[in-house]
């Protein structure tokens, strides 16, 4: 049977078909849909979603030393966060299979950085399977299973932004129960980091033999090509790339990409005069070609590190001329930068900010944008969790007014630590957690403040009010984000207060589906009181536009009724539409 899949989707079927019975993540594009799949569509693999990824890789670690067949997913900055638990792992090995996916972001389409993690799974000495399409995707799943048995390591299988996310027909099977595998209680291979320096050797030998492996492998194919001039080694979705721009060449394309097969790679370059290296991301495979002594290559001189690849940039590159006009060509889109989303309650609080004139540092979610026009309130972004440290030494570098601003799923994820060590240190740190009830850039998914799990089923909702007070923060105040005066008056307090404060501002995320689905009486702007003063304006609904008279009017199919705009006009023009009730 065949399945038309994204290959996400084509993952979490392999999974699913492969007999995994615990599945651990945190959301991160370009990885979220495999978990979203796996809720949705086969249960029986027992998926969640954790508080942060180094909870999904310690429960996943768990789970299969326990015996059970396990995947945990994240992004590739995701694993920077799980990197504590990843670099150890490998020293105990596992018992049942366990495949980590990482999907790495070259072009930093949703990413604070481009970042390839073949390089981290190379420092954990992990295995790395790269599938090209989306048969591979469920397929490499299955086979990453096999292989961690196999050879009692932790699997990495790396995906990227495009092959996440395109579709391909994909041959599926039925679901094998696989029996979960006896965990014996081994102090020398499970505890105690002095037994760690006896486990030291076993490394490498898993290493060596997983190189061995890798001389063989199905994973690596060889194309044959129509002649000796241009040989290609390439990896991931740049094989297709390949195959579209030089389909005569040969090409030697590599599925496992860490540990490297020499001889492989030695033999393969022997037949050609000049072999390209064509990987996205970093030259992993081509410094390891060098390091080797392979010396007809060309790589990243001539391809580049940076952003994504594409046939086109091949084309380009190889002097190959223009490649065929895309369909678009002639089609003018309008320039759309990214926004809040119409309701949104992050909009107020920016308003506010941008008001206050406070130094803000921010973090990693929707609120990112604020940052952007007409807002251009938040003045610092790194990473999650961020914002609160970065405030804390600005404060010590002389900026007491600083705020720093988290979404509830970031300060769940890495906001609590760094709390409660301002609050230990002294800071008078106001923190504003922006409380939508869900991890809303990534696509609304649940967090431990939705009171939901990744199934939908309710769960013990975090109370951040208690939390923020169990962390010594006395002076916390809750605010209905929609509440235009209240928010800045809030905000106020907490910044003048002399010493750490929190701000809850709260109203939920308006991509929630219950909240899509909610009837919401839209607001009209009655001309007849309308002095076109232009107030409505202000708030910087893209719901409100013009008409050709230019009165300020209200798009009722977009409206959500949030309030906002009713609250500034000083005529009270902007009333309930009649009608809806
Ligand atoms: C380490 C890491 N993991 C995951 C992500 C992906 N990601 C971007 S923003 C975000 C969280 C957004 O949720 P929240 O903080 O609640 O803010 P909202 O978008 O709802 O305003 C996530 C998970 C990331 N950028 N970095």
Redesign the pocket.
């Known amino acids: 049977m065949r399945e038309f899949l994204l290959g996400n989707e084509a993952i979490a079927r392999g999974a699913w078909e492969a007999g995994v019975k615990f599945v651990s993540g ?4 370009p990885s979220t849909e495999i978990i979203e799949t796996l809720a949705t569509r086969y249960p029986e693999t027992n998926p969640r979603w954790t508080a942060n ?1 180094k909870v999904a890789f310690e429960e996943g670690m768990g789970a299969a030393i326990g015996g059970l067949r396990t995947l945990v997913t ?2 590739h ?2 694993l ?2 799980a990197a504590d638990a990843f670099m150890v792992f490998p020293y105990s090995g596992t018992n049942g299979g366990f495949v980590v996916i990482s999907a790495d972001d070259p072009g930093m389409h949703s ?2 950085n481009e970042q390839d993690n073949r390089y981290l799974a190379r420092v954990a000495k992990v295995p790395v399977l790269e599938p090209s399409d989306a048969q591979e995707c469920r397929d490499f799943m299955m086979a990453g299973l096999n292989l961690s048995e196999q050879f009692h390591s932790p699997v990495m299988l790396r995906t990227t932004t495009r092959l996440a996310h395109h579709k391909g027909l994909v041959e599926v099977g039925e679901r094998t129960e696989v029996a979960t595998r006896e965990f014996n209680r081994d102090p020398q291979r499970f505890s105690v980091p002095i037994y760690r320096l006896l486990r030291r050797p076993e490394v490498e030998k898993t290493l060596t033999a997983l190189a061995e492996y890798a001389e063989t492998c199905p994973f690596n194919r060889i194309e044959e090509g129509r002649d000796n001039k241009i040989g290609v080694v390439t990896s991931g979705i740049s094989y297709q790339y390949v195959k579209e721009v030089l389909p005569h060449v040969g090409v030697l394309r590599l599925g496992i990409t860490y540990p490297l097969p020499a001889n492989l790679l030695r033999d393969f370059c022997s037949k050609y005069e000049t072999v390209y290296v064509i990987e996205e991301g970093e030259p992993f495979i081509e410094e390891f070609m060098r390091a080797a002594g392979i010396a007809n290559i060309t790589g990243k001189e001539l391809f580049g590190v940076i952003g994504e690849y594409s046939p086109a940039r091949l084309r380009k590159t190889l002097g190959m001329g223009n490649p065929p006009a895309p369909f678009t060509e002639g089609i003018k889109l309008i320039p759309r930068p990214p926004m809040f989303c119409i309701g949104c309650g ?1 909009r107020t609080v920016f308003a506010a900010l941008r008001q206050l004139r406070v130094t803000v540092s921010g ?5 990112t944008m604020g940052a952007l026009p007409p807002y251009e309130a938040e003045h610092t972004t790194f ?2 969790g961020a914002s609160i440290g970065v405030a804390v030494g600005l404060e010590q570098a002389g900026h007491e007014n600083t705020v720093a601003i ?6 769940v ?1 890495a906001g609590i630590p760094p709390l409660i060590d301002a609050v230990y240190n002294k800071s008078r740190l106001t923190l504003i957690i ?1 409380d ?1 009830s ?5 696509g609304s998914q649940p ?1 431990p403040i939705s009171g939901k799990d990744a199934m939908g089923e309710e769960t013990p909702k975090l109370d951040l009010e208690a939390l923020s007070r169990a962390s010594g923060v006395q002076n916390v105040a809750v605010v209905d984000t929609w509440d235009r005066k209240e928010v800045v008056n809030v905000i106020r307090r907490a910044v003048s207060f002399k010493g750490p404060s929190v701000v809850i501002a709260r109203g939920p ?1 308006q991509q929630l589906p219950e909240i899509k689905r909610s009837l919401r009486i839209p607001f009209f702007i009655h001309e007849d009181l309308c002095t076109q003063c232009d107030a409505c304006f202000k708030v910087w609904c893209p719901a409100i536009t013009r008409t050709e008279n230019n009165f300020p009017v209200i798009a009722a199919n977009e409206c959500t009724s949030c309030t906002v705009c009713a609250q500034v006009c000083p005529t009270d023009a902007i009333k309930l539409a009649e009608g809806f009730a």
């Open positions: 945190y959301p991160g594009t990824e994240m992004k900055v995701g920077n966060v990413s604070q992050h973090d990693i979610g929707c609120y990473c999650m988290i979404g509830d799923s970031t300060f994820h922006l939508n869900a991890t809303g850039m990534t967090n995320c």
